[in-house]
């Protein structure tokens, strides 16, 4: 399928959501599939949405210059050694303030 992406070994599909204005940060869908190897982490996801979605998401995450709140499944998450399982959602959204 040409919208998946695979770092290889065991696979684990998870699927990527971005939310809101997360999903300006992204050209092209806001929604992914995405392969990875079995045991892979959020900072694991987040390598192959720097190389294949989103460099400055992957990497201004990564490094700390950008912040956006992630959940898998529906719940925050705020690690990125978070091990991911097969079938997880994960969705990426700014963080939003009101008055």
Do not use: Q
């Not at 065991?10 to 990875?36: I, M, N, P, W």
């Amino acid at each position: 399928m040409d919208n998946e992406l695979f770092i290889g070994g065991e696979v684990l599909k998870v699927y990527v959501t971005f939310l809101g204005r997360a999903s300006d940060l992204v050209e092209g869908r806001r929604v992914y599939e995405v392969e990875l190897s079995d045991g892979s982490t959020l900072a694991d996801l987040l390598k192959v949405i720097k190389d294949r979605i989103s460099r400055r998401v992957g990497e201004g995450i990564l490094e700390g210059r950008l912040f956006l709140y992630i959940s898998v499944n529906g719940v925050g998450v705020f690690s990125l050694n978070h091990v991911l399982r097969d079938g997880d959602n994960v969705a990426f959204l700014t963080p939003e303030m009101g008055g």
